[in-house]
């Protein structure tokens, strides 16, 4: 059994074949969750004319993927506060870590879940951050 898939009607849309989340048993999987909103932008990404990233803002960046969790979440029968494990992927560790690791202990304060950070190469999308996250669904 895979569980229920789940989607969220104020979340973007995936890039491939995929849910916002799948519930089975008591958890709710969410997949990997970017800064990118339903519109398309990406706060803080700037572009040049050509569509060529010139530059970002992590803080922007971060500020909008956990808001998408956090409402991903609440749509899909769960809850922020419900986070047990949170695997973030940043494209430059040595760049923002201190700003995300600032910004997250806002977010996370007196949820503490489990967390891994992994510096990678890049993401599918021209983003920085991204987050997988476990929660416990509401009963």
Do not use: Q, W
């Not at 969750?33 to 970002?56: A, F, H, M, N, Q």
């Not at 922007?60 to 494990?85: H, P, Q, T, W, Y």
């Amino acid at each position: 059994m895979n569980g229920t898939a789940l989607n969220s009607e104020r979340a973007p849309k995936a890039v491939g074949l995929y849910p916002h989340a799948r519930r089975v048993g008591d958890f709710i999987f969410l997949s990997g969750v970017g800064p990118r909103r339903k519109d398309g932008t990406i706060p803080g990404l700037v572009r040049d004319e050509t569509g060529r990233v010139t530059s970002y803002d992590i803080e922007a960046e971060c500020r909008s993927v956990f808001d998408n969790v956090k409402m991903i979440l609440e749509d899909v029968g769960s809850k922020f506060e419900n986070i047990v494990d949170v695997t973030v992927f940043l494209t430059d560790m040595e760049r923002d870590f201190k700003t995300y690791n600032k910004i997250y202990a806002e977010y996370f304060k007196g949820i503490e879940p489990c967390r891994t950070t992994l510096g990678i190469v890049a993401l599918p999308t021209p983003i920085h951050i991204e987050l997988k996250v476990v929660a416990l669904a509401d009963r």
